[in-house]
């Protein structure tokens, strides 16, 4: 039995458990001059384990001992209520760029804390010691509270409202079907407020992660998107445009309805019966006084094919949003979107080249014959299509080169 223990004993130490098991205040410290003594390539590997060990460290119940508690390159800021704390620090690394880490404890529940990391976009700050600013502020009666992290005079990260996030982790780390509708729900209202919000509608939102936010050349509109996965594999989309015209911005929600519309290639739609998915690409041109708005969509469908989708918007003459302009010529038809299906167990490529002016993809076929039309079943098959915006219509190009997105 004592040589079982002793074996377990050197199993612990070897793994670094005896660090990550620590569930005390002091355990922070500990973890943190254990990740920063890595090379790059062990920092990597014991990464998740380490954001792990963050969210098990227990709340500090005295604001005062965080000076104590927190390592010595570790900064903290505490709201104007006093409703939150943030501490940060900068994880250094040699080639690769360096790791924001940054906790939050609300101090309505100091038996959590809550742990997010961003990677930065330059590591030349080196092991410096990140400033923290915390701002609270109220909209529409409800409290924000923003967050910036600088070093020296470099703003390196910035959220419009801590709040936002906290409900988007809770709603990313959810199982439960009812609980996703609720964080979702607790996330759209706050997020309506933040887009019709005119002092932050340039903001890019880029601090939700797990969010989409888009916004058009013009300065015109904004898009925020996300979905939900329920446990049976299917998906929800949420969603909104924020318009902005002659200075007043206006915020439509986006209602997905995508697996009731019958023929949707063909659908004209509106806000309020959305063909759902998660935008990841905006594209803006303008022919005889028309404004078109093209994104590029993705959306995960179900446990057995996803979906891939060009969406044109444009706005009607009181700035509300409308779907499915029928611009998209194919063979000399017009469509008002495109909607590529193909198989959960592939990958597609859908993306706009700036540089050659086209939307490209690959082209997708199924697996056998005897599977056509039977979306579950397709995938590429190297060789690739585009779409060229040609005198106010995007037209359909075959087999084009995708090393030069030359015609053959």
């Known amino acids: 039995m004592r040589g079982f ?9 070897v793994a670094g458990l005896d660090v990550y098991s620590q569930k005390t205040q002091s355990a922070l410290r500990n973890l943190w001059e254990t990740i920063v003594a890595q090379d790059d390539y062990e920092k990597n590997f014991r990464f998740p384990a380490f954001i792990d060990s963050l969210k098990d460290i227990e709340g500090f119940e005295e604001v005062d001992s965080l000076n104590h508690w927190l390592p010595s390159d570790w900064s903290y800021a505490i709201a104007g209520d006093s409703s939150i704390i943030v501490m940060a620090g900068i994880l250094p690394y040699e080639l690769e760029p360096n790791r924001l880490i940054w906790l939050v404890q609300q101090q309505s529940d100091h038996s959590r804390l809550s742990a997010f990391t961003t990677q930065l976009s ?9 400033n923290v600013q915390l701002v609270s502020y109220e909209l529409a009666n409800k409290p924000f509270v923003s967050l ?17 996030q906290l409900v988007l982790q809770d709603l990313v780390e959810s199982r439960m079907d009812d609980e996703k509708l609720l964080y979702s729900q607790q996330l759209w209202t706050r997020m309506e407020i933040l887009l019709g919000h005119e002092a932050l509608f340039k903001h890019d939102f880029s601090g939700y ?5 888009l916004q058009s050349a013009d300065g015109i509109i904004k898009v925020t998107t996300w979905n939900l996965e329920f446990e049976n594999g299917t998906n929800a989309f949420r969603g909104a445009v924020a318009v902005n015209l002659d200075g007043k911005v206006v915020v439509h929600e986006l209602k997905d309805n995508y697996q009731a519309i019958k023929n949707p290639e063909q659908a004209s739609l509106s ?4 063909f759902g998915a998660v935008y990841y690409q905006i594209i803006e041109h303008s022919y005889r006084r028309n404004t078109y708005y093209t994104m590029l969509g993705y959306n995960p469908n179900n446990p057995f094919s996803k979906i891939r989708v060009i969406e044109v918007m444009s706005l009607a003459p009181n700035g509300t949003p409308r779907f499915g302009n029928a611009i998209l010529e ?4 017009s469509k008002r979107r495109i909607i590529l299906e193909y198989s959960n167990r592939v990958s597609m490529m859908l993306r706009y080249d700036a540089r050659e002016r086209m939307i490209v993809m690959d082209n997708l076929v199924p697996s056998a014959p005897m599977f056509h039309n039977d979306f579950r079943h397709y995938g590429p098959d190297f060789t690739h299509n585009g779409f060229r915006f040609e005198k106010g219509k995007w037209v359909f190009m075959d087999n084009i080169e995708l090393r030069n997105t030359r015609v053959r």
């Open 5 to 13: 223990q002793i074996v377990l004993v050197m199993f612990l130490l």
């Open 122 to 130: 330059a590591s030349s700050v080196g092991r410096a010691q990140p």
């Open 148 to 164: 910036s992290i600088s070093v020296g005079t470099s703003l390196v990260f910035d959220l419009p409202d801590l709040y936002t």
């Open 209 to 213: 992660e797990q969010v989409s936010t």
């Open 271 to 274: 806000t309020a019966s959305w």
């Open 330 to 333: 194919v063979d000399g038809r």
